[in-house]
């Protein structure tokens, strides 16, 4: 029968056919499929078109680059022997170099980062300025660089990048860094680099380093740590000389009449010019970040945890403390409110999440609470304004608190005019905690009997439930989903329990 269609019997014996149904329902899904096609061919066509000039343009393209570039790169590029990194103090900064040091600084204070000095080296990239803030751990294993490159007449002026670099006792340096633009030559056989160019938060980049430099388990020279700390200039400027040597006697670049400065060699600038030439720099980018990731995979870490989004990745994990009765929303907030204070001292709770299980055969057992938090800071000697977000995830099941990533975000104000409107109010609204808040185990029986009387069935399937402030007033809202997949939401006051009218 057409369609694999299945024939019922009538209670007089005869036989209906069913096909007519399945015949209309596969129909109406074929005219939807051919709909969409129609209405996306030009999307696809649009982008087929661009990708076929962009792969006739590049052959000649790529030629004329090489053909321009490598002379100038043998004739113009020359790199310092010994650069010179110039201290300066944090408030001649440049605002933008200011802003990428200080959120870098703040992430990664939690984990016992401390500033060891500002540097600026106009030495290292012609026609650009390098801007250095170095950071140095309290466990004396890792140093870390937070930089900068503002590159005149650039299509983007502005490059940032943070990079945490570990010596070992044999030598061997292995340096982690998010760099998105791809080295013009390779590294020296000493130096292992680790480029991740989606790994922009600082913190979730020094998971991956910190837990690299583990799995290797190799003894770390930390002389040259203590270097860093009483003389990072010094410390920068041998790195970066050891490096430059390397190269040397790898044959990458050789020595001018000038006995401060080297140049490329005739090979090193085809190499250089290769990589960096349009649009060939995306795909060593992209093959560099593949091969990070394949080092980082045989050693038991993942960098796709660490790619996405802030609230998305999980940078630090701490045990629930025993003493603490889950799962209410409020049982382990002493314990949430401490953990937020060490990640940023001025954050306060904005609302609280949780993902509830309300299958028939489950008990209303939460799945995961998380807690919102936000703060903002002020800087009226630069008119800035700076604003931060991170969650707090308690998994009641595995009795485990863990921190995301922070979302940061700025705005600039034009002049004082500007600056005092920005300021007039708080963009922060924190929401109270007090006895006089029911919590999840108080509120979930009103709602689901609200919910019953929407969907009309006894037993709606609960979804989650959130905490949060409207005009003031700390409300409730739990979601619901019917068995035709339609979904209910009820809101109750936090303080008195009562259903709010104008629920959802």
Known sequence: MAYGARVSSSPLGNSTPLTEPRILTVRHTFLLSLLRKLVLLPSY??????????????????????????????????????????????????????????????????????????????????????????????????????????IQGSARPVRQFVQFSTEFADGRVLSTNNFDLPYSLPAPSYLARVQLKDIWDPRA?????????????????????????????????????????????????????????????????????????????????????????RLLAEHGLDAEEFAGGALTMVVARQPLLPTV???????????????????????????IAVELDGHADHPLMPQEFRYSFRSYVDHPQRWVRRLRCFDILLDPLAGVLAVTAM?????????ETAWARLTASSPVTPLPITPWLRDLDQILPAAQIALAELAGLPTPKLDSASLYLDSGIPCWQVVAWTDDHRPLAVILNARSGAIVPHFL
């Open 45 to 150: 066509v649009l982008v087929l078109l661009v990708r076929l000039i962009k792969w006739l343009i590049a052959p000649p393209a790529l030629l004329l680059q090489l053909f321009i570039g490598i002379p100038v790169a043998l004739k113009r590029i020359r790199q310092p022997l010994r650069p010179h990194f110039i201290p300066f103090q944090e408030a001649d900064l440049p605002t933008a170099a200011w802003l990428t040091m200080t959120d870098a600084t703040e992430a990664l204070a939690v984990e016992g980062f401390s500033a060891g000095g500002d540097f600026r080296c106009d030495e290292l990239v012609q026609g650009a300025v390098l801007w250095l803030r170095l950071l140095h751990s309290s466990d004396q294993t890792i140093s870390a660089l937070a930089a900068q490159v503002a």
């Open 205 to 293: 980049l020094l998971v991956l380093h910190r837990g690299l430099v583990a799995s290797l388990g190799r003894a770390v020279n930390r002389d040259k740590l203590e270097q860093a700390m009483h003389d990072p200039a010094r410390f920068l400027t041998e790195n970066y000389h050891r490096e430059i040597q390397a190269l040397i006697e790898s044959g990458w670049l050789r020595p001018t009449s000038d006995p401060h400065q080297v140049r490329l060699r005739t090979w090193a600038a085809v190499v250089g010019v290769w990589r960096q030439a349009w649009p060939l720099a995306i795909l060593h980018l992209r093959a560099a970040d593949r091969r990070a990731r």
């Open 325 to 351: 009765a889950t799962p209410g929303a409020f049982s382990a907030y002493a314990q949430i409110q401490s953990l937020a204070s060490q990640t940023d001292p001025q954050a306060v709770l904005e609302s």
């Open 407 to 415: 979302e940061r975000e700025c705005e600039r104000a034009a002049d």
